[in-house]
């Protein structure tokens, strides 16, 4: 019965760190026989899981950075095994200091042992900081704003299971991080500094892949939900060209017509937020 009930497993295959050598085996996802229930999409375009009569709660994103349990090195998809030489050598004079703040952070954490919330959100903690010694080619700007924004999700997901430990606190503050290298992401892009051609799944979820408009619109959120509020002009203006972007990208505004699609619905949804808080209408 145990066996049936299970939730992951660990890979065949061997994984050989490539900062400092270890071996170890990676914790994977069973997504089949109804452990996955998809239930709805959020505004910040997160999917949802129902829990499982059989399996309970699943969080698919717990299982998906690669982190090696000795060094706590981590990245996304392939990047942990293309890390170039001279990231390399960085990641590694970095790993006494990672090894540190993740535990200040997360406390207890063991990578050997079945992925958690703790665990996993504590993975896109590692995974932020890693990508920030990868050259601009693996566009590694867009990848934190990503790994930051699914490190707030699950710390949403702590707080709820384990209230006024400060996870609320700590979520808030990974969201502005996301909100940072969103945007950040963009200008680097929109300037010819950083290419996004290396994100292959904008996410920002593991179901859907949103694309450059996502990514767009998921700026935009944040910007109204946590951009900075001391300075009233400056707010407005930035509201008001998201406001803009929104419009030319989704086709909003006076002329819009009813088009389907769960993005474009949340866009519309952003879009009237905007007004809302500008207090404009479209006429």
């Keep these: 019965m145990a066996s049936e009930l299970k939730i992951s ?21 069973l997504s089949g026989s109804g452990r996955l229930i998809a239930g709805a999409l959020t505004g910040e375009l997160r999917r949802l899981y129902e829990p499982s009569a059989k399996y309970g709660e699943v969080f698919p994103l717990v299982y998906q950075i690669t982190v090696c349990p000795t060094c706590f090195f981590a990245a996304m998809d ?12 960085r990641i590694q004079q970095d790993e006494v200091g990672r090894f540190e703040d993740a535990h ?14 703790v665990s996993g959100a504590a993975s896109y903690y590692l995974t932020l900081r890693c990508y920030d010694f990868f050259p601009k ?24 299971k384990n209230p006024g430990q400060h996870y609320d606190w700590l979520a808030v503050l990974f969201k502005k991080k996301a909100l940072f290298f969103y945007t950040q992401a963009f200008k680097l892009e929109q300037s ?12 920002p979820d593991t179901d859907k892949n949103y694309a450059y408009e996502g990514g767009l619109y ?16 400056a707010r407005q203006e930035g509201l008001r060209e998201i406001k803009r ?14 088009k389907p699609g769960p ?18 209408t479209d006429v």
Excluded: M
């Design 192 to 203: 010819g500094k950083e290419t996004l051609g290396a994100v292959k799944n904008f996410g």
């Design 104 to 117: 200040q952070i997360f406390a207890k954490l063991d990578f050997r042992d079945s992925r958690d919330l």
């Design 137 to 160: 080619e693996f566009s590694p700007t867009l990848k934190r704003g990503i790994a930051a924004l699914r490190a707030a999700w699950l710390l949403e997901e702590l707080d709820k």
């Design 78 to 89: 392939r990047d942990f095994f293309e890390v170039p030489k001279n990231a390399a050598r």
């Design 9 to 29: 497993f660990l890979s065949k295959e061997e994984y050989v760190c490539p900062i400092c050598g270890a071996v170890f085996r990676r914790e994977e996802l």
């Design 218 to 233: 998921l700026a935009g959120l944040l910007t109204l939900k946590y951009g900075p509020r001391n300075d009233l002009n």
């Design 263 to 280: 993005l474009l619905e949340h866009a519309r949804s952003l879009y009237d937020a905007i007004n809302k808080e500008l207090n404009e």
């Design 245 to 258: 972007t929104i419009a030319k990208l989704f086709g909003l505004g006076r002329s819009s017509k009813n």
